[in-house]
Each structure stands twice: as C-alpha cells, then as structure tokens.
DNA sequence: CTGAAAGCGCTTACAG
DNA sequence: CTGAAAGCGCTTACAG
C-alpha cells in the first residue's frame, strides 16, 4: 500500500431544522412543517421556497434517530439473516433475496439497513445490549436457524417484521412468505406420474420443519392417486448402496429427494446410482425437491423446484410496508415454486407416456 | 398465492428506563448510569441489583433512536454505488466489494445503509429533495460514473466518505482506496520481458480517467527498458484484423489489453486472432490489465490482474470509520492487484527465457 | 453517592 | 397562517 497523504478532517455537525430556520429566518417548526409535507397549504408558496432553498443548500437530510424517536417513520427497512450469509458459496442463495429486497424496498421509498448476525450485541455487555433492529421501521427476516432470544424479543414487543420462509410459531402468529411446498411436490409427482412412472421412492428426512412436512404430505397426497400406492416407497436417510438396489429391484422408477444439509442427499443418491451402474434419467428419474446450488454433485442438471427468490423478497417487503402503514394485510403468503425442467426426469424405460399411449 | 390471514396489527410501546426505574424505586438517570455500566463503583451494589431485576422483569431494551441522537452518532456507515449494480451479470463484480463492506463495518461496529441509484430523490420533487445519504454518519462510494450533483454536494459539506477506486479532484480532495495500476502494469510488463519478449504492443483508450493513465505510464516506463523500445506499440482502439496482422509482421510477441467496456477489447482481440489463426498464448501472449468478469469472451482464462476486492472494501471502510472518529488518516491509499496467472502468457515462439538461456 | 435538569433533532398538538 | 412548547428515550455534565 502506497500512503499519499495524511489528514485529519473531523466530521462536520450535521445542518438540522434549526439551521434551516435560522437562514430561511422562519421557526423550526415551520421547516419541520414544510419538510414533512404535511398539507401543502398552510404554509406560503413563498416562505416553502424559502425554505427548501435552505434546505438544499445546507445539504440537510432528516436525523433518522429523532425522526424514529418522536414515533414518526424512519423510512428504513431492516434485512436481517441469522446465518452469516456471506460466506462465498453461499451467495448464490443470499443474493437473490438481497436484490429482491432491495428492488422492492427502494421501489416503496425505503432505503434498506442490513443486519448480519454479527452485528448484534456491539456495544456494552451482550445482556443489556439493544438490538440494533430497533433503528429500522420494520425488518425482514431470513434464516434456517432463527435466534429464539432475538426472536421472543421481537414477538414481545410486537416489532413489525416479515419472514422469508413459513415459519408457525405456537406462541405467536408471525407474518412470512414463503414457498408453497406441498402444492409443488403434488405438482411433480403428479407430472412424473403422467410420464408413466408408477412405482416411486421418497427420500428425505423423518419429522423436520414445516417446509418438509409440507414436502412430505404433497407426496403422499399424489402417490394416492396411483393405481398401487403402497409400492411407493419412503426413506427418511440417505440411501445405502443395497437399499438403492433392493428399491430398483422392487420397480422403482423415479425417486424425490430433499436436498438436505448441502445437497447431501442428493450427492448421496448421485454417488450410489453412479456406483450401482443405474443411469439417470434413463433408468431411474430423479427430482429434487428444493433449489439449492448443488455445490456437492457431480452433476448440475437435476430437476428441481426454481424457488423465485427475488420473488419472494419483494412480496415479503411489500407486506412489511402494508404492515407499518397500518393497512390490513394477509400475513401469510405462500408462493409456487417453479418446475424447473432438468435433464433427470425422463418417462420410465420401456414405457410411453400417457399421452402417447392415447395417441 | 394462498392467502390464510388477515390481521392488523399495532406495535406496542416499549418498556423504557422510566418504567424501570418507577419499579426499583429510583431516578431516570440512575437506571441509565447502570444499564450503560460507566464505572462500577458508584452506585451500590444493592441499588443496581434492584434496577437489573426490574430491567430483566421488563424486558428491557434501550432504544437505539434514542441513543444515537443524544451521542450524534447513529452508527450508520452508507454504501452507495452509483451504476446499478444489481443487473444479474454485475454480481460478481459488485458482490466482492458488498461483502468486504458488511464485514468491515459489522467489525467496526456499524450497521450499513444500502444506497441505489433510484434511491435518492424518492419524496417530493427531486430538486428539492435531500440527499438519503446524510442519513449515514459517513459513506463508502462506488461506481464509474459519478452523480455528479451529489458529489459537489458531499464536498460542500464535507460529508465524510471515502471512494472504492482512484479518484482525483480538481477542487477537492477525497478519500479514495485504489489499485496501483502503474506499478501492477509494470510488474506484469517486467514479467513478459523477463520470459523473453521484445516487442510489445498495448490495447488501450486515449486520454481516459486515472486508471487509464496510470497504466499507460507503467506501460512507457517499463517498456523503455527494452533493448529497442520504439519497437513496441500503442493502440487507442480495438484493433482491426489487418492491424493485428500488422503488429505480428513487425514483431510483436505479447499484448496488453486494458478490458474496456463490457471487455469488448478483449472480445475483439480474441476474435481477431482466430480469424487470423493466430493461437494465443503460443504465437501471441495476452495479459488484460484489469479484473473483468470476462461475460463477452470466449474464454476465461485470462492472465490478467486479480483485485483484490473485498481487501478493498474492507480498507476503505477501515478509513471512514478513521476518518468519522476524528484520527488522522492516509486519505489516498493504492493496494497492488495480484497477478493471476491464466494462460494467455507464455514465452515467445522460438525463444527461451532468459534464465533458460542462462543455465 | 444520587437526583434534577438540559439537550440531542425531530413531530405534533396547541396557542396566538 | 405561523410560532412557542411539549415530549419521544436516552446520556451526561452538574448540583446537592
């Protein structure tokens, strides 16, 4: 690093209404008046000109913590994650949502504060320490693994916030959107179906969040609808090398999987077809059933749910507005997930497809 | 979109020090010397057990408005970018810096405050309406083409911010953290040489901003080392297929190529040299002088800089915060790109190293 | 050792 | 139509 020059500039003091009124030679409870812009008559074409010519020349910009304090509006939204989002492969999932929620937040007149889980408990002890989301108007929320603390705190003080992501919670009704999970995996299963797969096999886990109960209830749901349902199958683990045989062996044709911790389920199957020496699609149809970036596969093609994460975002942030603007509001949005085609779905070998056995 | 509720709901008012301290019995300020924690000794230890119960009873939280606005500060760092930097294939460019800016400021102990383009001028009139940035203690500024509006009114004001790449002033001076682009052209000049080439040739604009200039001094500087120095080239454009052949007619082994808009002098060149079949890295090296995301190329194996982004996001933020709390600072601070191998860049045709040729 | 008071920059009734 | 005043929740000198 090459050092230049070294100065010390400490920063100026803000211009305040009181300035403004100084040199516009009015009260400061007129500038606040012509400032906020209240009703625009009261106050003299004139003396508002006055006034906003002082403005800009002082550069004056509201003090958000007065503006917050007097119980009037920030005009700042709050985006927070629990997780540390920020590590680099996991920017493919995070970006989408910031874009969103930046798009739709600049679009309402709201600039946008962003919360890392970090940021939290700076300054004093962790005890006594506010949460910094308090600054904002309101907060979106993301995150697998919500701080409960930080959590309680907010349904206490009825802070207004929007989950990205279903989430019940038993002692609070807490305003989300999320993904319609149950209504998408019916989708699939019944497309697979169509395709003239008749025996299939579920992989996932055993009594998770609602997002897989969801998942888990829309397979079981379509799987009904076959001529045999109880050959379909389900296993709550990744599959073993021999269970993967055995369901081959039983006419599996077409297998749902959860993604799981980082695709491990998915890389788990990938592995043991590959193995086995069963090709996919060709001998075995495979639908994921979630987006994630598939860091851990060989393969990048798997058909999947595309979950419109921009999407989501800029709903989550226009029912956070609704929400401080004190309009009713539908606090709980779930939104379809879109097919994503894939090259791991294929009619079952040595079948056709419905619709071409019609034809 | 399913919609399963409809609630309104109003935000409850917040326990405050007042409550906490009609509970245990003492004064406003008494609470606020123990929950801020001054020095210990001054009040009994009885005293501010009594207050720490209520407060925990209460579930306490000081308000972060009211704090910021009695110390001036609120904490707030801005990052401003001036282009629209979210289109999908400016991620990777914009991200690193984004990234390098949230850790540092969470670090330090600030919240940010995202700034678009769009953002600015949202209520009223644009004319009359203050700059949103002010409402940050300090701003990091990116982007190429700056507002230039709102940079005369930084400056006027003396608004602390501190800019992500060079950026000189004709009647101020602002805060910068850049990359050497002299030194780092001429590292990569003084590495081809050393591999053997002797006549080189520079794709590049004319008369540009800094960066452009810098380069192009490293360039003269370290070609003038060369045995025959007015052998080798410039060119203030794309070249033309016939100019190209020229060049290789006349000797020139290795290219440097500023990137340009959208890469396009590296897509030209890529181009020209396979109408020509002229194979790079063998018949003609190329190093890029900067750090695209290479979206208009064939390939993306580039020798070319490496910045280091989120090293300088990272800095400059260090530098607003130095600069907010009133310390002397560097205020113009140039890091070193890093070389990225690629492999466009081998020896000339024909030739050996100079350490080959030495053993 | 503790409380009363001023003040941070705003908004919002309330008087003139 | 405009200004004076109160008050939001806190910190920090300043008196007792």
Redesign the pocket.
Known sequence: MTEQATVSRGPR??P???DIAKRAG?????V??V??G?DG????EE?RDRIMQAAAELG?A??PA??S????RNHLLGFHTFENVFPADQNDFYFPFLLGVEREATRQGYDLLLFSPETRGRRGSASTTPSRLWLADGCVLLGRHVDRELLSEIVRNDFPVVFIGRRELPDADIAYVGVDYERSTRRIVERLIGLGHRVLGYIGEAGGGEQTQDRQRGYFDSVALLPEPERSLKHSKPLTDEELARWIDRGVTAVLVEPGEDDGNVAALEASARRLGISIPEQLSVAVLGDPAFTTTTRADWTRFAVPRELIAERAVRMLVELLEGRAVEQHVLVDAIEEAGGTVAPPAGRTTDSERRS
Do not use: W
């Not at 009015?26 to 007129?30: K, N, W």
């Open positions: 003091r803000r305040t209404q009181t009015v009260s400061q409870a007129t606040s008046l400032l906020t209240g008559t009261r106050i003299p003396t004056y509201p003090n007065a503006r304090l007097v119980g009037g």
